[in-house]
């Protein structure tokens, strides 16, 4: 029976100190996000910025809510914020 070749070990994306940005240029505009922040704080759907930036579910999860909301101001935010998530800005 041969010997198994030794399997070679690749390192995790995180291993060398780099992170994947959240956004393609690891670029938001702080006063959009507090636009939206505050614009779903009114309408009763807290968000934490820092989160928006950093946490990409957490993102997702309340630019989905946005959409959902009836005001149409958020629904607008939450889909321009989804295009610059995606790239398409």
């Known amino acids: ?10 390192l995790p994306w995180w291993a060398d100190g780099v992170l994947p940005a ?3 240029g690891a ?5 959009l996000l507090d636009g939206f ?5 009114e309408a009763g ?10 946490d990409r ?6 630019m989905a809510a946005a959409h959902c909301a009836s ?5 607008v935010l939450a889909l321009h914020l ?3 998530y995606q790239g398409r800005h």
């Open 45 to 54: 759907l807290p968000v934490q910025v820092p989160r928006m930036r950093y």
């Open 82 to 84: 989804f295009e610059l």
């Open 22 to 24: 959240l956004v393609p």
């Open 1 to 10: 029976m041969p010997a198994a070749e030794p399997q070679s070990q690749q």
């Open 57 to 62: 579910q957490y993102a997702f999860e309340r």
């Open 37 to 41: 922040a505050q614009a779903m704080g």
């Open 27 to 31: 670029c938001l505009s702080r006063r």
């Open 71 to 75: 005001d149409v101001r958020l629904r």
